[in-house]
C-alpha cells in the first residue's frame, strides 16, 4: 500500500549531447518530462515539428507495408494471440535498422508501390466489367456500336422504355408522322429497364425518324466502339484476364516480403521512437551551447540516473524534493496479490498529493466479495485453471492486462471458497446428474449453509460483511487524519461517527424488528444496552455540535452539525447496498438449478444424456458468464460507491514516462538502473 515518493529531476548539458541524453532517457523510461520555461529566461526552441510529421509518416507507411503484406501473405494466428504481447528484440537491432534505414524505407516503399499496382489494376478490371456488363443487350448486333450506315441508309442504335413493343412504336411514329414508312425495326434484346432496338431507314428520313423516336424515348447509347460488341467482348475479357494474370504475379512479389515481416515491424517502432525523441526535442530550453531539461522521476531510481548522466555526459544533474503546492504523478507499488486491482483503482482515480494507496485493502474486499457474489465451486475451478494457464503461457503479455487476468486468478480462489461453504457445485449439478442418470440421489452437503435454503441468513450476513467493509473504510479515514496529525478532524468525523454508528447497532439488535428478519431474537444484558444508547447519544450529540466547527456563528453551527447529522440515512442505504451479495449469490445458484434441470428432461437415455451435455455446456457457459461480469460490475460498486466515497477522493495523474512506446517489440536493456 505505497505511492512512491517522486523527486524533480533537473538536467542541464552541452547542446550537442541533447540527442544521446534523450535518447538515454528514452531507453530507461523512468523520467516524465515537465519542462517550464519562463517566458523571460533566455532560452530558445527548436522547430522539429517538420522531421517529427517526416518520422510519423515514415512509421505509418511502414504499418501500411504490414498492412499490405499480412493482406497478401498472413500470419496464422490463435484466438489467443492477442495475449502474447510485444516479442522482445535486443537493442543491436534497432541499431542495424539505423545503420540501414535507406534500404529499408526502399522496401516499405517498395511494398506501398506494388500495392499501389494492384489497386489500379483491380480499379482496372472493375471498369472493364462494366463494359462488358454494358455490351451484354448488344451482343446480337453484328455491325459495330458507332456504325452509322451506308451512303443512302441509316442505321439508328439506342433504347427505348422497357414497355415499349416493335407494334407500340410502329403504331407511335405512325401517329407522329405517317409519311415516315420507310424504315426497318428490329429489337436486339430487353430487361426491365429498357428495350434494345435498331431502326435502319433511308438517310433523307434519318433526322425526321430520329426526331420523333426520341418523342417516345429513344436514347442512343454512351461510348460507342468501333468494334462489333461480340469481338469486343472477347477483347475486354482478354484484358481482365490479363490484369488478373499481372495482380496474381504482383501478388507473388508482395507475399516473398514475407520474411522480412520483422524488419518492418522494427522500421515502424525506429520511426515511432524518432517521433517521440523529436517531439521532446522541440520542447526542451536550448541556448547556443547548452539545453535544459526537467521533469518527474521515482526517488528510489534519481541517484542512480544522476550519477550516469553525470558521467556519462558530463550533464550537471539536480534532484529536489516535490514541493507542497505541486502535485506529481502517482506511480503505486504494491505486493503481487495487491497490484492486480491497481486496474480497478485507476479506473476510479489514483490518490491524489496526501492521500493513501488503498489498494492491499481494496483488494482483500474485492476478492473476498466477488467470490461471495459468485459463489459456485466448480465456476471458481475453472477460473482459476484457466486464468493460471493464460498467466503461466503467456508471460509477455502488458502489465494491465495481466494484472486484470490476476485479479480474476485470485477472484476464482474465493469463487471456489464460497462455493465449498455454500455446496454450489455447477448449482445442483451432482443431485441431478445421479438421480436422474444413476438412480441414487448423492448430494454434496455445504459446509456452511446453502443459500437457496435459508436466504435470510445470507442476507444477514451481507449485511454483517457490508459493515465490516464500511467500518474499515471509515477507519481508513482515520489513519489519514492521525497520519496529517489532524487529531481534531480525527475525533470529530471518525471517533464520533463510530459511537453513533455502534450505538445504533446496539439499539437495533435487540429489536423485535430485526428478531423478525433474523428469525430470533437477541437478548442482551442491561449494561450492553445502556452502552448503545451511551454511544448512540454521544455520537448524535458530538456530531450535531461539532461537524459545523469551521464556522463561529452557533446557528450556522448546529445548522451544519444538523445537515451532517442526517447522512445517517446514506449510512442507511449503504448497508442495504449489501444486499446484492445475497442476490447475485442466489442468482447464480437458480440459473445453474434450472439449466440442470431443463438439461434433465430428457430422462435416462441415450437422447436425454446427449440432451443433458449440450444443455450443460450452453447453459453453464452463458450463466458463468452473465455472473462474471455481474459480480465484476457490482464488486467495482460497493467499492467505489460505498466503501471510496468514505475517505478516498482519487484524481492524481499517472505516471507517464518518456519511453519507447513501441508497437510491435520491446528491447532489452542493457544496463537496469
Not at 463494359?131 to 442505321?155: C, D, F, H, I
Request: aromatic share 10%; glycine share 8%; proline share 3%.
Amino acid at each position: 500500500m505505497a505511492v512512491l515518493q517522486m523527486q524533480r529531476i533537473s538536467i542541464c548539458a552541452l547542446k550537442k549531447n541533447r540527442k544521446a541524453i534523450l535518447e538515454r532517457l528514452q531507453e530507461l523510461g523512468a523520467v516524465e518530462i515537465d519542462i517550464r520555461l519562463e517566458d523571460d529566461s533566455g532560452y530558445e526552441q527548436l522547430d522539429t515539428a517538420g522531421y517529427r510529421a517526416a518520422f510519423e509518416k515514415q512509421a505509418n507507411a511502414a504499418d501500411q507495408a504490414l498492412e499490405v503484406l499480412n493482406r497478401y501473405a498472413p500470419v496464422k494466428s490463435s484466438l489467443l494471440s492477442s495475449l502474447e504481447g510485444k516479442k522482445q528484440r535486443d537493442k543491436e537491432d534497432i541499431r542495424e535498422i539505423e545503420r540501414h534505414k535507406d534500404e529499408k524505407t526502399a522496401m516499405v516503399q517498395q511494398l506501398l508501390d506494388l500495392d499501389k499496382q494492384i489497386a489500379g489494376l483491380q480499379a482496372d478490371i472493375l471498369k472493364l466489367e462494366t463494359q462488358k456488363e454494358a455490351l451484354v443487350p448488344w451482343q446480337s448486333l453484328e455491325v459495330p456500336m458507332n456504325y452509322s450506315g451506308t451512303r443512302n441508309t441509316r442505321l439508328l442504335i439506342g433504347t427505348m422504355p422497357a414497355t415499349a413493343t416493335r407494334e407500340s412504336v410502329e403504331q407511335f411514329i405512325a401517329s407522329k408522322n405517317p409519311e415516315l414508312d420507310a424504315y426497318e425495326l428490329d429489337i436486339l434484346s430487353r430487361d426491365k429497364d429498357y428495350v434494345y432496338l435498331t431502326v435502319l431507314c433511308l438517310k433523307k428520313d434519318a433526322a425526321a425518324l430520329e426526331e420523333v423516336l426520341r418523342m417516345g424515348g429513344f436514347a442512343r447509347p454512351a461510348g460507342l466502339s468501333k468494334e462489333i460488341p461480340a469481338k469486343l467482348q472477347e477483347t475486354l475479357n482478354a484484358q481482365v484476364q490479363e490484369n488478373r494474370e499481372q495482380i496474381a504475379v504482383l501478388e507473388e512479389m508482395v507475399a516473398s516480403f514475407a520474411d522480412k515481416r520483422e524488419e518492418l515491424e522494427l522500421v515502424s517502432d525506429y520511426f515511432r521512437t524518432r517521433a517521440e525523441k523529436y517531439l521532446v526535442l522541440g520542447k526542451l530550453p536550448q541556448t547556443k551551447y547548452t539545453f535544459a531539461l526537467s521533469g518527474y522521476v521515482a526517488a528510489y531510481r534519481a541517484q542512480a540516473i544522476k550519477e550516469e548522466l553525470e558521467q556519462k555526459f558530463q550533464a550537471d544533474v539536480e534532484l529536489e524534493e516535490i514541493t507542497e503546492k505541486e502535485e506529481a504523478p502517482v506511480i503505486l507499488k504494491n505486493n503481487g496479490f495487491s497490484d492486480s486491482v491497481e486496474g480497478v483503482l485507476a479506473s476510479f482515480g489514483l490518490p491524489h498529493k496526501g492521500e493513501i494507496d488503498p489498494s492491499i485493502v481494496t483488494s482483500i474486499f474485492y476478492v473476498f466479495l466477488f467470490g461471495l457474489m459468485l459463489s459456485d465451486a466448480a465456476y471458481g475451478l475453472i477460473m482459476v485453471v484457466a486464468c493460471g494457464i493464460v498467466l503461466k503461457k503467456f508471460p509477455r503479455m502488458s502489465e494491465s492486462l495481466r494484472k486484470s487476468i490476476k485479479l480474476f486468478f485470485y477472484c476464482g480462489f474465493s469463487t471456489l471458497f464460497w462455493g465449498i461453504m455454500f455446496g454450489g457445485y455447477f448449482g445442483d449439478a451432482v443431485d441431478v446428474i445421479s438421480r436422474v442418470f444413476f438412480h441414487h440421489e448423492v448430494s454434496i452437503p455445504p459446509l456452511w449453509f446453502a443459500p437457496l435454503a435459508d436466504p435470510m441468513k445470507l442476507l444477514l450476513y451481507s449485511w454483517l460483511f457490508g459493515v465490516i467493509h464500511l467500518y474499515t473504510g471509515l477507519g481508513m479515514k482515520g489513519y489519514i487524519c492521525i497520519k496529517e496529525k489532524n487529531y481534531m478532524n480525527f475525533f470529530c468525523d471518525v471517533v464520533l461517527w463510530f459511537c453513533l454508528l455502534t450505538g445504533l447497532i446496539l439499539i437495533l439488535l435487540p429489536t423485535e424488528l430485526f428478531g423478525a428478519i433474523a428469525g430470533s431474537m437477541i437478548v442482551f444484558p442491561a449494561p450492553l444496552h445502556f452502552l448503545g444508547k451511551a454511544l448512540a447519544l454521544i455520537g448524535v450529540v458530538g456530531i450535531l455540535l461539532m461537524s459545523g466547527r469551521s464556522s463561529k456563528n452557533p446557528g450556522i453551527r448546529l445548522a451544519l452539525g444538523a445537515y451532517d447529522l442526517y447522512n445517517i440515512t446514506g449510512w442507511m442505504s449503504d448497508v442495504l447496498s449489501y444486499s446484492r451479495l445475497l442476490a447475485l449469490g442466489l442468482a447464480t445458484g437458480v440459473m445453474a438449478s434450472v439449466f440442470n434441470q431443463m438439461g434433465s428432461m430428457g430422462g435416462d437415455s441415450v437422447v436425454g444424456v446427449i440432451l443433458f451435455i449440450v444443455v450443460f455446456i450452453i447453459g453453464h457457459t452463458f450463466n458463468m458468464a452473465i455472473n462474471l461480469l455481474g459480480a465484476y460490475v457490482h464488486t467495482c460498486r460497493l467499492q467505489y460507491v460505498e466503501f471510496f466515497g468514505k475517505f478516498y477522493e482519487g484524481g492524481g495523474k499517472a505516471f507517464a514516462p518518456f519511453k519507447q512506446n513501441t508497437k510491435y517489440f520491446d528491447f532489452k536493456e542493457e544496463t537496469q538502473l
